[in-house]
């Protein structure tokens, strides 16, 4: 006999509409997610497409819908460590992470205000520090705090401990491990940005102000480590010339060789974010096509016909900093044929998506291309969705999302 429950992979977008999709019907319904919070990198944004929408507007409504829906039960800071059986009768043994931090939690702050020790912010791309008691963003859900103890000074974690004026600090607390029987798995791992240490040529993660597409969502957020102003990491400015560099590692038999399908689109979004927060600055976009597929092509003429824009057809060659650490981009026109190096206050380099799971093991045997995405296993009852499967904007996202829970759905109901 089949079992009716579902895993599935990822809490992100993808993996919240498809558990949601699923549980709305009558399916119990697994989420596990690796981060402290659901959300997936739509958390990450200032605003995504096609409404310009702050990422609160979208993820509040799923979370109540998770809240509201007993069938749906989510792990974080966990992971799939090991699957067997098959379609129908898959046998999962779940990984989690100690949070440290219990469900007597009210998000109050003592134990941040007590923590002494900080470190690079995972959720700000390394632009700002966290604390090691910390949450990532507001509207953070489950609504806890989480602490770092592997980053926690001697004796800091007892100090945290006290400070918490309703025994919320668990100090002891340990890896778990959970068993699941489930009869299908939707595997939503989304994606990681390409890592800009490996553009040398661009500067990435070298120079201080060259920054990637997500780095600067981050800038650009109110929840984000400058509040939402469009500063220069190196000395806090506002930059009155920036550079977007598109097809930064992608389209490039050295990096990945695919189009990443979203970053012309982010780019000139981003160019909105600059016109409402830096209304002088003075914008150029080298690019080698701009795609702007369907709908999002009327997007793209509202933003050329801005008079402070520049977009030039060309490759970026190099990125080198001058002694006030503005970049100095080295393009040649591929129009005109003329190789100029321009200055600029900051240059934002278009990074593609890998999935997530790129380069590392998977936890059962499914089958990938050579970038890492998962191209299927509907045979073996596991139903690729969202940047798992190729890389996608959010609403695409959603609804592969969608169609992955009917899939998983017709794979138990049907046994």
């Known amino acids: 006999m089949s079992n009716n429950s579902i895993l599935v992979v990822g809490g992100g977008f993808a993996g919240i509409t498809a558990a949601l999709e699923a549980a709305e019907v009558g399916h119990e319904v697994f989420i596990v997610e690796t981060n402290p919070y659901l959300g997936g990198r739509v958390a990450q944004l200032n605003q995504y497409f096609p409404k310009?929408?702050?990422?609160?507007?979208?993820?509040?409504?799923?979370?109540?819908?998770?809240?509201?829906?007993?069938?749906?039960k989510f792990f974080t800071m966990a992971e799939v460590a090991g699957v067997s059986g098959g379609p129908g009768a898959f046998d999962v043994k779940i990984k989690i992470r100690p949070r440290f931090v219990n469900t007597n939690c009210t998000m109050c702050g003592e134990c941040e205000k007590a923590a002494t020790t900080e470190v690079p912010s995972e959720?700000?791309?390394g632009i700002a520090s966290r604390k090691t008691a910390y949450r990532?963003?507001?509207?953070?859900?489950?609504?806890?705090?989480v602490i770092d103890a592997a980053a926690c000074a001697p004796g800091e974690m007892d100090a945290i401990a006290a400070a918490c004026p309703y025994g919320a600090v668990v100090p002891g607390d340990t890896e778990k491990t959970v068993d699941l029987q489930v009869g299908s798995i939707v595997w939503a791992t989304g994606w990681k940005p390409y890592d800009m240490?490996?553009?040398?040529?661009?500067?990435?993660?070298?120079?201080?102000?060259?920054?990637?597409?997500?780095?600067?969502?981050?800038?650009?957020?109110?929840?984000?480590?400058?509040?939402g102003k469009i500063l220069?990491?190196?000395?806090?400015?506002?930059?009155?010339?920036?550079?977007?560099?598109?097809?930064?590692?992608?389209?490039?038999?050295?990096?990945?060789?695919?189009?990443?399908?979203?970053?012309?689109?982010?780019?000139?979004?981003?160019?909105?974010y600059i016109r409402e927060k830096n209304p002088d600055a003075l914008v150029t976009v080298y690019y080698i096509d701009l795609r702007t597929p369907g709908r999002y092509d009327n997007f793209m003429q509202k933003v050329a016909a801005d008079d402070k824009l520049t977009?030039?057809?060309?490759?970026?060659?190099?990125?080198?900093?001058?002694?006030?650490?503005?970049?100095i981009v080295t393009v040649e026109d591929a129009v005109t044929g003329i190789k100029s190096e321009e200055k600029f206050d900051l240059v934002v380099?278009?990074?593609g998506m890998q999935p997530s799971c790129a380069g590392s093991k998977l936890p059962m045997e499914l089958p990938v291309d050579d970038?890492?995405?998962?191209?299927?296993?509907?045979?073996k009852g596991v139903f690729a969705a969202g940047c798992a499967k190729l890389p996608l904007d959010v609403m695409k996202t959603a609804q592969t999302g969608t169609g992955a829970a009917l899939k998983a759905i017709q794979n138990v109901v049907g046994r």
């Open 52 to 72: 310009l929408c702050p990422p609160s507007c979208g993820l509040e409504i799923q979370f109540q819908r998770i809240k509201n829906n007993p069938k749906v």
């Open 123 to 125: 959720f700000d791309f």
């Open 136 to 145: 990532t963003h507001i509207f953070a859900f489950p609504q806890r705090y």
């Open 197 to 227: 240490a490996k553009l040398t040529n661009l500067g990435g993660g070298e120079l201080a102000n060259v920054v990637s597409n997500m780095q600067f969502e981050r800038l650009a957020a109110p929840n984000g480590p400058t509040g």
């Open 232 to 272: 220069r990491p190196s000395d806090g400015k506002a930059p009155k010339r920036i550079a977007f560099v598109q097809c930064a590692g992608s389209r490039d038999e050295n990096h990945l060789n695919y189009c990443s399908y979203i970053c012309c689109m982010a780019s000139l979004k981003h160019v909105t």
């Open 311 to 327: 977009l030039v057809k060309g490759k970026v060659a190099k990125i080198v900093e001058c002694e006030c650490k503005s970049p």
């Open 349 to 351: 380099l278009a990074t």
């Open 371 to 379: 970038d890492g995405f998962i191209v299927g296993g509907a045979d």
